[in-house]
């Protein structure tokens, strides 16, 4: 098990919902950032999670696409590859990640504490256009201080975006190293 593969593994995760939205005509954009205190900010301009005014429809969402639990050292050494892991087990590997979703005109936020939402659903007006943030930082007590590496990222979209016609990928390191 690679540490650094397995953590690269949770942008992956994310990304490929990405890649399906531009696969399919609806995202055109994304920008990966790499941050200080190795967290990683994805962002794109596709449809984003179908929410809606219904709290307990995006209740349901939640819980179907993302809600996880703790995982701990010894269950994290039983898993083995990340591939293919879903979201749920990525946010489950996450000591914060945030999500944002912004479509018809709202702006939907949800935080997560390894795996844990931290508040019901916030819900506020938007003038934006559509699109989803993820903000995430992987379980230190896991993935130690092992750090993105943008050529490992850089690899791996070349390989798995190349397909997609009309899909612009921007990476942006600034994360200390």
Request: charged residues 20%; aromatic residues 6%.
């Amino acid at each position: 098990m690679n540490l650094q593969n397995n953590m690269h593994q949770l942008i992956y995760e994310f990304l490929e919902q990405t890649f399906e939205e531009a696969r399919a005509g609806y995202c055109t954009k994304v920008e990966i950032s790499l941050l200080p205190g190795g967290q990683v900010k994805i962002t794109d301009n596709g449809r984003g999670l179908p929410f809606s005014k219904d709290l307990h429809g995006n209740k349901a969402v939640l819980d179907k696409v993302l809600s996880g639990s703790p995982i701990t050292n010894a269950e994290y050494s039983q898993m083995g590859d990340l591939n293919s892991a879903g979201l749920q087990t990525v946010n489950s590997l996450c000591e914060e990640l945030q999500v944002t979703v912004t479509r018809d005109g709202a702006q939907y936020q949800q935080d997560y504490i390894c795996g844990i939402a931290q508040h019901d659903l916030t819900i506020s007006d938007s003038v934006c256009a559509s699109g989803t943030e993820i903000m995430l930082k992987p379980i230190r007590s896991i993935f130690g201080d092992t750090v993105f590496s943008q050529e490992l990222l850089d690899k791996w979209l070349k390989d798995r975006s190349a397909d997609i016609v009309n899909l612009k990928v921007n990476v942006i390191s600034n994360h200390i190293l």
